[in-house]
């Protein structure tokens, strides 16, 4: 019997799954209807709802970290629980913030705002000004990134009547004054690139509409998206524009509120942070300047003000080094902080600049290993006093938040997160692997101190974006995986950011394919280490990971036992024709350019899977309001590995935007799924049931 393969890499265009991609097809819901009750009747029932009910009590907890930005003299939070499980916009005092149980105000009951209009409401930015008690809120529909902008009063605690409005598109606003906003909004004819992100920048003033308002800069509807940002660190509130060319390349000027004045002469391959007249700027490829040679990756501050002069003398503030990379760097009070990853260990730098030149410094008080996350506790630079805010963990240890005051010496501990599952007998220990080319592939391993060579292991990576993956502690898998006698890998693969550029283009276009060698690499190590064995290897990827997934499921299906592929890329032949798919060409490479479709075609699975092999058995779960990573990606690999004959399962809630869900009861649920199916196709019956 001849098994239809279609879409092939001969005929990659013909397509009979195309139907899926209709979102809110009635066929394509069928499919998805059908599919789903198949899933949950197979891996739901009482064993699925004990551990979902397990993960959202974690999820709930009354004790867990609210974390907090401050706005003027109040740290606001946005709290989800059972009693509130879409969330509450809330306000309390630093002071206040110290004790063990705050009190708390409630600004906004998005609960009760979503009950009342009947809408789907999520609570995903909030846009506030210094001196002013207006805000512009964006409210998503079920956790799509479009978002509906609504103009909010914080001394009232009421939206604004004939306030700011406007429907429902991708981007949002920032206040230039009380009476007028920056839009950066694909809303409206003409104003949104192939991507989807707003392609102009306008000027919108209290009491026009939003066809009055003036374009003061754009993009090509080509390039990924125009951007505008105020800097209230200067006198006349310098606006920055910028045109995206592509997720890692930038056009950047300045001006004020009549558009841009001046170009910044600096390439587009760069990272700059602003803060009054001092920058700081990170090339991503070599630069020669003023006779200088600057490694890509190199740190380098200038005055704005000499820059704009012509004058090309950089203070270098960080040289990188093959295992040694600056991972962000932020200004706050006049001082600029450098987080940096040395052989995946965490440090922190603070570079001061004056008159006499730069000063440094080490930011002290800090572990040195684990993961530690720095940011500013001031929502806006110019309110800043340069108090920091630091995250502490580890996968056996729950997270701490640390207030670094400036002015004091050490930090205090503000809040500590619960032990969510018990860690005894467990360790944490560091390997790498060694890939198809040589290259050294670092992971981290926690489970059982002793090996039993037939370890239930739980691997997951991602790869991709220039992103460092960090061991953090994860509540779900440690009480549904370690906790009952599992052991869980995460992988740093090509691709990622740990090692900083070089690492990320290793991994990218052409290179993506060596990054799924590196995490089939840390499978086989795995094994040749007698951790276990590949049919005990479950593995979790999602969103650029689905592409890795797919791959390991039509590359590598010897090395592993099951796979699970969430929110997931997997057509590589009209990625760049689904909602945000043309802003990651940069990323991958450009289907429709003969050359670039050479490599992309050798990691694209949908066009990969073949007859008569032996596939593990895949679940691949999307949600319908995932309006960055288009659900028809999932939907047409299920139903293509469905009509082979293979063991494909599918499962589509109707929220949750580019997530597990939009509450805490969704995502657990959505979690557990994955596990229960991992488990089961690894022939693994935990110890709790």
């Not at 809303?187 to 392609?199: D, K, L, P, Q, V």
């Not at 820059?307 to 760097?329: D, N, T």
Request: aromatic share 10%; glycine share 10%.
């Amino acid at each position: 019997m001849t098994v239809d393969d279609r879409p092939t890499l001969n005929a990659p265009d013909d397509d009979p799954w195309r139907w899926l991609e209709e979102i809110e097809g009635t066929q394509a819901l069928d499919f998805v209807e059908r599919q789903n009750q198949l899933t949950l009747q197979a891996f739901g029932g009482k064993a699925f709802e004990h551990d979902r009910d397990i993960l959202a009590a974690i999820y709930d907890r009354p004790d867990n970290i609210p974390y907090v930005s401050r706005r003027g003299a109040d740290l606001h939070n946005l709290w989800k629980d059972a009693a509130n499980p879409r969330g509450l916009w809330r306000r309390t005092t630093l002071t206040e913030f110290r004790k063990a149980a705050p009190a708390w105000e409630t600004m906004l009951d998005i609960d009760k705002l979503a009950a009342s209009e009947g809408e789907d409401w999520l609570l995903s930015g909030i846009a506030t000004m210094p001196g002013s008690s207006r805000a512009m809120l964006s409210l998503s529909r079920g956790g799509s990134d479009a978002v509906t902008l609504r103009e909010f009063d914080l001394a009232t605690k009421s939206f604004v009547a004939d306030g700011f409005t406007l429907p429902e598109a991708k981007g949002g606003a920032d206040w230039i004054d009380a009476d007028t906003l920056l839009l950066l909004s694909a809303h409206g004819e003409g104003m949104a690139t192939n991507s989807g992100y707003a392609r102009t920048v306008r000027l919108w003033r209290r009491g026009q509409s939003i066809e009055q308002a003036a374009v003061l800069f754009e993009a090509s509807v080509n390039d990924m998206a125009a951007y505008g940002h105020i800097d209230r660190m200067t006198p006349n509130r310098t606006i920055w524009f910028g045109r995206m060319l592509d997720f890692f390349n930038y056009s950047v000027s300045i001006g004020d509120e009549t558009g841009p004045v001046s170009t910044i002469d600096i390439p587009t391959a760069i990272e700059l942070q602003a803060h009054g007249d001092w920058l700081a700027i990170k090339p991503r490829e070599d630069w020669s300047v003023a006779g200088q040679m600057h490694k890509a990756d190199t740190v380098l501050g200038i005055r704005l003000s000499d820059l704009l002069a012509g004058r090309r003398e950089f203070a270098v503030l960080f040289e990188p080094a093959p295992r040694r990379a600056v991972q962000g760097f932020f200004w706050t009070a006049g001082k600029l902080v450098l987080s940096i990853l040395d052989e995946l260990r965490p440090h922190f730098e603070v570079c001061t600049p004056s008159a006499a030149g730069w000063s440094r410094e080490t930011l002290r008080g800090l572990p040195e290993i684990g993961v530690v996350d720095v940011w500013p506790l001031d929502r806006h630079p110019s309110e800043s006093n340069g108090d920091l805010l630091a995250n502490v963990q580890d996968p056996l240890t729950p997270p701490s938040l640390l207030l670094l005051e400036r002015g004091v010496a050490s930090p205090v501990v503000l809040k500590q997160a619960p032990k969510t599952f018990t860690a005894d007998g467990l360790k944490v220990t560091q390997h790498e692997a060694v890939s198809i080319d040589g290259e050294r592939i670092p992971y981290v391993q926690t489970g059982p101190a002793n090996e039993t060579g037939d370890a239930p292991v739980y691997m997951s990576a991602y790869g991709g974006f220039a992103l460092a993956v960090k061991p953090y502690y994860n509540s779900s898998l440690g009480k549904l995986w370690l906790e009952r006698g599992g052991t869980t890998v995460q992988a740093n693969l090509r691709g990622g950011g740990e090692f900083g550029t070089r690492w990320h283009d290793a991994g990218r276009l052409a290179g993506k394919k060596l990054s799924h060698d590196d995490f089939a690499a840390v499978a086989a190590d795995l094994v040749r280490r007698g951790v276990t064995q590949p049919k005990r290897i479950a593995a979790q990827g999602g969103s650029n990971g689905g592409i890795l997934i797919t791959n390991m499921l039509v590359r590598y299906p010897e090395r592993f036992g099951a796979l699970f592929c969430t929110i997931p890329l997997i057509d590589m032949r009209r990625y760049t024709k689904l909602l945000a798919g043309a802003s990651w060409i940069a990323e991958y490479g450009d289907p429709d350019k003969p050359d670039e479709w050479e490599w992309l075609k050798t990691y694209s699975a949908y066009h990969n899977v073949k007859a008569g092999q032996t596939y593990p058995p895949i679940l691949i779960a999307t949600t319908r309001r995932d309006d960055r990573v288009h659900p028809g990606h999932a939907r047409k690999m299920a139903a293509k590995l469905q009509a082979m004959g293979y063991e494909a399962w599918f499962y589509e809630p109707a929220a949750g935007g580019h997530g597990y869900g939009k509450d805490n009861k969704e995502r657990a649920g959505f979690e557990v799924l994955g596990f229960r199916f991992l488990k089961e196709k690894i022939g693994w019956r935990d110890r709790e049931l």
